[in-house]
């Protein structure tokens, strides 16, 4: 159930990114866009069952909020930006979630002693060949 919330929402999110119009205020969508986000983060919180209190929920956070709040930012600005300057829908979000899935294999081998089996780094080889003739 949660790889279909991330691939459906995913593409909501490039389509409607890609659809953002041009002569809007990147900045001001992305205000409206959080503010979206943040009441549906609120009803989501208010009828969990693993809500636990406000200040002990509070308390139970680090600084790795704050930094996704910053990550998501960069993502969502750097996409409007990426489709204002002409970059197809089907090959921004490929070269770029490509990347980071190169830099989260090395992140997760470092900091997060994950293992690579041999079918791995052959699937890995694959999409990177694969990368190669999509940009050709």
């Known amino acids: 159930m949660p790889i279909i919330i991330v691939i459906c929402s995913n593409t909501l999110y490039h389509v409607c990114s890609k659809s953002t119009p041009r002569d809007a205020n990147m900045f001001m969508s992305l205000i409206v ?14 009828f969990s ?6 200040v002990l929920d509070i308390k139970s956070l680090n600084w ?14 750097g996409f409007i930006k990426m ?8 090959a921004a979000s490929l070269l ?8 989260l294999i090395f992140i997760g081998l470092i900091f997060y002693r994950e293992h690579l089996s041999s079918n791995q780094m052959i699937g890995i080889a694959l999409c990177l060949a694969g990368l190669f003739f999509f940009n050709r």
């Open 49 to 54: 069952v693993q809500n636990r209190g406000l």
């Open 83 to 90: 489709y204002r300057t002409g970059w197809d829908i089907s």
């Open 64 to 77: 790795t909020s704050i930094l996704l709040g910053i990550g998501v930012f960069g993502i969502e600005l």
């Open 33 to 46: 866009t959080y503010l979206v986000a943040t009441a549906s983060s609120i009803a989501f919180y208010l």
């Open 96 to 103: 770029t979630n490509a990347a980071i899935s190169i830099l």
